[in-house]
């Protein structure tokens, strides 16, 4: 698969070399656009931000971020897929558009393995177990015991998103009864988890942070076996006896397939640089982000070890989207 990739970019190339308008040792020469497949303002916006900030002055030119969501992240990178592979259009996701939406979309209209060639995990980020405090489950085992007898109801921002993959997730390892609503977005699935429509749900920790420290949710668990750092008195998945259960979900910087490999080191640099710049790093603490840069290669070995892990789960739960 991806020696296809760099087959498909060592031919482009040759054609962009030739073709008028491109130049790779002058790039950039106009402004960069950073397609961002969600919404603004979510840890995803804010991170290609910081990105975009960084890279105009390093590169000496405007690095534009562009808001186009819907489809859980498809419509976005589509725009992408589509776009011509000059370096001039890139893509800020969630991993999901590649780790996910392959298997549970009946009808993609792009292959992200073949379409998209990854450039470099830019932060990484996990869940946290959230319950409304109405529902009087103070901690993990009170809430087992609970949905082991009754049907309790999570809400999260869609099918396949990163707040219902762990949930399904959940259930396949304990067998607990739950009924999930998948709402339009995150912010209509954090209202009603505030607001008690529904009971609980797994947030990102930077959305959980604020509201786990107001009291207004309750903090249940943590996946994996370490301890969040900015939640140190969670529980983990491995201390309540759940084998397995790593759950983490990464920010990806892509570019379209047949990008010139120059073009993709320029953007491996970028992302090397602002992880290496201390006040870039502090910055990320507000959101909870593990901060971490790494290369094409790297990304790639990454995003495949994702889909398969959530592509069986997809299977085993028959998660299907339109």
């Known amino acids: 698969m991806f020696a296809s990739i760099r087959g498909l970019a060592a031919t482009c190339l040759i054609a962009c070399c030739a073709m008028p308008g491109i130049s790779l040792a002058d790039y950039p020469e106009r ?17 290609a931000r910081m990105v975009a900030e960084k890279a105009s002055k390093n590169l000496g030119q405007p690095v534009v971020v562009e808001n186009k969501a819907g489809a859980s992240g498809n419509i976005g990178a589509e725009q992408v897929v589509r776009a011509r592979p000059d370096g001039y259009t890139l893509l800020m996701t969630i991993d999901t558009v590649a780790t996910v939406n392959p298997d549970a979309y009946r009808n993609m209209r792009f292959d992200p393995a073949k379409d998209l060639a990854p450039i470099g995990i830019s932060g990484l980020f996990t869940q946290v177990l959230v319950t409304h405090p109405d529902l009087n489950t103070p ?8 949905a082991s007898k009754q049907d309790v109801f999570y809400g999260s921002a869609g099918l396949g998103s990163p707040g219902h993959l762990p ?4 259930k396949e390892r ?3 009864r739950a009924t999930h609503i998948a709402y339009k977005g995150n912010t209509p699935a954090l209202t009603d988890l505030l607001g008690g429509q529904v009971k609980v749900g797994f947030l990102a ?27 140190p008195e969670v529980p983990t998945a491995a201390e309540l006896g759940i084998d397995d259960f790593e759950v983490e979900f990464g920010f990806v910087l892509m570019a379209p397939a047949g990008t010139p490999k120059e073009i993709r080191k320029v953007w491996e640099k970028q992302l090397a640089e602002a992880f290496g710049d201390p006040e870039f790093r502090k910055a990320l603490d ?12 790297q990304a790639a070995e990454w995003l495949a070890a994702a889909r398969q892990r959530w592509g069986d789960l997809i299977r085993k739960r ?5």
């Open 31 to 47: 402004p960069v656009s950073l397609v961002v497949n969600f919404p603004a303002g979510g840890p995803l916006d804010l991170m």
């Open 139 to 146: 901690t993990f085992k009170d809430f087992l015991e609970l």
């Open 167 to 170: 949930f399904e997730l959940l």
């Open 174 to 176: 304990t067998g607990i």
């Open 205 to 231: 920790v930077p959305t959980a942070l604020p509201h786990i420290r107001s009291g207004k949710l309750v903090a249940l668990m943590s996946p994996g076996s370490v301890r969040d750092p900015a939640l």
């Open 286 to 297: 507000p959101m909870a982000v593990r901060p971490v840069a790494t290369n094409g290669v």
């Open 318 to 322: 028959g998660i299907q989207l339109d």
